[in-house]
């Protein structure tokens, strides 16, 4: 049996609006009972959050189903790390997450009466709502000490506009800042990798259906799956023909998976 992890910024959606025929590869793979995870780097949404965003596109799946790198990092840092206090560059789901954590979240208010000290984790996703006043706390507790832990590296995402600025844009600021390295948690990392297997369960095969080289088809290929690359979000051909990363197979949308999915059963 297969199994298939979809991203889905890029995927099944630009912004709010979906991607012409992933309704329907959903609709397939529940009436085929193909087990499927959606794995996204964004950690501004909870999974609760995302399911709702899918369903308002007509895409219905349980939100045990979607793993935000948000969520990824909690069960990560609930495993491997230290209990401590923790500050967060993000968006709301992010903070939902640390929060859920239990370790206490410091917040900008508190940072400015000196308890940046008592900072632990500095945990960076995409920020929304970046102030120089948060990279400058989370900058004070690295150098302070506290570990610096990054959602995800994409420099950007894709949206109805063009590119904007994504969470390793954000990290990329505060590594130059702290000059630390950052512990990162989302795709092409064995973290995401951990908690997506542990969501498939017992498959033979797993394929990732992604748009970006450098984290999805780089995921794919260090993990052993095949490797299927979508041209609807950042990635384009002529970046696979340049790049040592090279998918599987290419597809003009996830629409299009839907005719390989009935050739190959």
């Known amino acids: 049996m297969i199994g298939i992890v979809f991203d889905m910024d890029g995927v099944l959606y630009r912004g709010n609006r979906p991607i012409e025929g992933s309704r329907e590869v959903i609709k397939y793979l529940k009436e085929k009972g193909i087990p499927f995870v959606f794995l996204t780097n ?15 596109m007509g895409i219905d799946v349980p939100a045990e189903r979607i793993v935000p790198s948000g969520l990824a990092t909690r069960l990560y840092m609930a495993k491997h790390l230290k209990p401590g206090k923790v500050f967060v560059i993000g968006g709301e789901g992010l903070h939902e997450e640390m929060k859920r954590l239990g370790w206490g979240v410091v917040s900008i208010g508190e940072c400015r009466e000196g308890k940046w000290k008592e900072i632990e984790h500095v945990v960076v ?43 390793g844009a954000i990290i990329a600021s505060l590594k ?26 017992p498959v033979d095969e797993v394929w990732m259906v992604g748009d970006r080289l450098d984290t999805d ?7 052993g799956m095949k490797a299927i690359m979508v ?6 051909l002529e970046d696979v023909e340049r790049s040592e990363i090279k998918p599987d197979l290419v597809l003009p949308s996830v629409r299009e998976l839907l005719d390989y999915l009935r050739v190959v059963e």
Do not use: C, H, W
């Not at 004070?140 to 109805?160: K, M, Q, V």
């Not at 041209?231 to 384009?236: A, E, F, P």
């Open 42 to 56: 964004n950690s501004t949404k909870t999974p609760e959050a995302y399911r709702q965003k899918l369903l308002s």
């Open 125 to 167: 996703g995409l920020d929304p709502e970046l102030t120089y006043e948060k990279l400058k706390y989370g900058t004070l507790a690295i150098r302070n000490g506290a570990s610096f832990i990054g959602t995800n590296p994409d420099t950007t995402y894709p949206a109805e506009e063009g590119l904007y600025p994504g969470a």
């Open 176 to 201: 130059a800042s702290s000059e630390r390295e950052p512990l990162i948690i989302g795709k092409p990392n064995e973290p995401a990798y951990e908690v997506v297997m542990e969501k498939l369960g």
């Open 217 to 223: 088809i780089a995921f794919a290929k260090r993990f």
């Open 231 to 236: 041209l609807t979000g950042v990635s384009t």
